[in-house]
């Protein structure tokens, strides 16, 4: 018996559903969201329109889960990287710098998908990005009016948005690890940056 065509996969709901989402995700980083459309989604992933609004009910859902997966799997490197840190002052903003630059340095060995900032300016995606950003700072209130540790994530957005979706070489990646370190200085207490310069 023959192996089932791609297009058939009846037994296999979540796998077409989390094509769709990655096929949805790469489509608005190459193209931006104006362009994309459910008929190119359906074509990339290899399914019928129908397949796909039997998993989303419109486009608009299925924008919305791709965006949540995209943050998702940010959000645990962000979630994993607080584990590692007992340092109370900064401790998210640490976390953040450092998933944006690892990220941003690791889109070419991962065969990234993820949205650039440039993409984000669009209104519905800025629109999540910043829900995301402001659900994850209520965890840590006292990060989100803390002008230095502003400034950190500020540096960590600036550099993504200039640099993300480019191949880096080596100067590139040099300046992205030498911006990092800045940013994370930035996320040190007035008091340990006052004991580190004297």
Same mark, same amino acid.
């Given at each position: 018996?023959?192996? @089932?065509? @791609?297009?058939?996969?009846?037994?296999?709901?979540?796998?077409?559903?989390?094509?769709?989402?990655? %096929?949805?995700?790469?489509?608005?980083?190459?193209?931006?969201?104006?362009?994309?459309?459910?008929?190119?989604?359906?074509? =990339?992933?290899?399914?019928?329109?129908?397949a796909l609004?039997?998993?989303? =009910?419109? &486009?608009?859902?299925?924008?919305?889960?791709?965006?949540?997966?995209?943050?998702?799997?940010? !959000?645990?490197?962000?979630?994993?990287?607080? !584990?590692?840190?007992?340092?109370? +002052?900064?401790?998210?903003?640490?976390?953040?710098?450092?998933? %944006?630059?690892?990220?941003?340095l690791q889109?070419?060995? =991962?065969?990234?998908? #993820?949205?650039?900032?440039?993409?984000?300016?669009? @209104?519905?995606?800025?629109?999540?990005?910043? *829900?995301?950003?402001?659900?994850?700072?209520?965890e840590f209130?006292?990060?989100?009016?803390?002008?230095?540790?502003?400034?950190?994530? %500020?540096?960590?957005?600036? +550099?993504?948005?200039?640099? +993300? #979706?480019?191949?880096?070489?080596?100067? !590139?990646?040099?300046?992205?690890?030498?911006?990092?370190?800045?940013?994370? &200085?930035?996320?040190?207490?007035?008091?340990?940056?006052?004991? *580190?310069?004297?």
């Amino acid at each position: 018996m023959s192996a @089932p065509s @791609p297009r058939i996969r009846r037994n296999a709901p979540d796998s077409v559903r989390q094509a769709l989402l990655l %096929c949805t995700a790469r489509l608005i980083a190459q193209h931006g969201l104006a362009a994309l459309t459910v008929q190119d989604v359906a074509d =990339a992933a290899g399914v019928s329109k129908g397949a796909l609004f039997h998993h989303f =009910a419109n &486009k608009q859902a299925l924008i919305d889960a791709a965006l949540a997966a995209l943050t998702d799997d940010f !959000e645990v490197h962000v979630r994993f990287l607080l !584990e590692q840190d007992d340092i109370a +002052y900064g401790r998210f903003s640490r976390a953040y710098v450092r998933a %944006c630059f690892d990220h941003l340095l690791q889109q070419e060995q =991962a065969n990234d998908i #993820g949205l650039s900032l440039a993409h984000l300016l669009e @209104p519905a995606l800025l629109a999540h990005w910043r *829900a995301w950003m402001r659900r994850l700072l209520a965890e840590f209130p006292a990060e989100a009016c803390d002008a230095r540790l502003y400034a950190a994530r %500020c540096v960590a957005d600036g +550099y993504w948005a200039t640099a +993300y #979706g480019q191949p880096l070489g080596e100067e !590139e990646r040099r300046s992205a690890l030498a911006m990092a370190q800045e940013a994370l &200085k930035l996320c040190r207490s007035p008091s340990e940056t006052l004991s *580190a310069a004297a």
